[in-house]
C-alpha cells in the first residue's frame, strides 16, 4: 500500500524566516496531495493542494512543489507568523474513482514559530 | 452551512467493552472517512462509506467497525476494546468522495481506554 514520509519531524523558525516540509510517497498512481495544518486541540484543516498536472500552486505566504518523477513533494510557508505554529500533515491519494479518496498521511511535523 | 460533527466528544472505556461513535457530516455530504489519531502511528485511515456502502477500508481489525445512514450521517463502532486503541478519532466528510474532494475534518472523539 502507499507509504508517505515526512521530513522534519519539529521545524522551528524564528518569525519572519520561510519554513519546508518534505513528503516522499511510494505509489507511483498517487496524484492529489493535500496539506492540513493542526492546531492544538483542533480539527485537521486542509491549507493547499495539488493535483499531479500541476506542478507548482501558490496561496498567498503557502505554496506547495510537486515532482512526480521522485515521488516528492514540498510545503513552503514564507514569512512566517506565530499563527502558523501547528502540525502540519501531508497526504497523498489515489486519483481512481473507485479508490474514493482515502487519504494516506504522512507522519506530521510539529511547527513552532519563535517571536 | 455547519461543519462536521462528532459525538460524543470524549469517551472513558475498560477493556472488553465496546464503543460507538458519531458522525454527521456537513449538509449535502455523501462520503464520510474515518480515521485513527495516534502519537505513535499519526493520522491512519480506518474506512470510508459512500451512500451507505464501504467503499474502502484500511488496515485494522475487524474489531472496527462501521455503518452509514440514509442520511449520510455515520457510525464507528469498536468491540473488545484494547489499551491500544486509546486514541482521537476523526471522521471526515466530503461531498462526493471523489479524488478531488476536500475531506473536511469533524472536532474528533477522544476514547480513553482504561
Known amino acids: 500500500g502507499e507509504n508517505v514520509e515526512q521530513h522534519p519531524s519539529t521545524l522551528s523558525v524564528q518569525e519572519g524566516d520561510s519554513a519546508v516540509i518534505k513528503c516522499t510517497y511510494s505509489?507511483?498512481?498517487?496524484?492529489?496531495f493535500p496539506w492540513y495544518k493542526q492546531e492544538l486541540g483542533k480539527r485537521p484543516q486542509l491549507i493547499i493542494d495539488i493535483r499531479s498536472n500541476v506542478g507548482e500552486k501558490k496561496d498567498q505566504r503557502i505554496a506547495v512543489t510537486l515532482n512526480k518523477t521522485a515521488k516528492h513533494f514540498s510545503l513552503h510557508i514564507t514569512e512566517t507568523q506565530p499563527e502558523d505554529s501547528a502540525v502540519y500533515f501531508c497526504?497523498?491519494?489515489?486519483?481512481?474513482?473507485?479508490?474514493?479518496?482515502?487519504?494516506?498521511f504522512g507522519g506530521g511535523t510539529r511547527v513552532l514559530v519563535k517571536p | 452551512k455547519a461543519g462536521v460533527t462528532q459525538t460524543p466528544r470524549y469517551l472513558i472505556k475498560t477493556r472488553g467493552q465496546q464503543v460507538t461513535l458519531s458522525c454527521s457530516p456537513i449538509?449535502?455530504?455523501?462520503?464520510v472517512s474515518w480515521y485513527q489519531q495516534t502519537p505513535g502511528q499519526g493520522l491512519q485511515f480506518l474506512f470510508e462509506y459512500f451512500s451507505e456502502t464501504q467503499r474502502n477500508k484500511g488496515n485494522f481489525p475487524g474489531r472496527f467497525s462501521g455503518r452509514q445512514f440514509s442520511n449520510s450521517r455515520s457510525e464507528m463502532n469498536v468491540s473488545t476494546l484494547e489499551l491500544g486503541d486509546s486514541a482521537l478519532y476523526l471522521c471526515a466528510s466530503s461531498l462526493e468522495g471523489q479524488w478531488t474532494d476536500t475531506q473536511y475534518f469533524g472536532p474528533g472523539t477522544r476514547l480513553t481506554v482504561l
Open positions: 497526504a497523498a491519494s489515489r486519483g481512481i474513482k473507485a479508490a474514493g479518496n482515502k487519504l494516506t
Open positions: 505509489d507511483s498512481a498517487s496524484n492529489y
Open positions: 449538509s449535502g455530504h455523501r462520503s
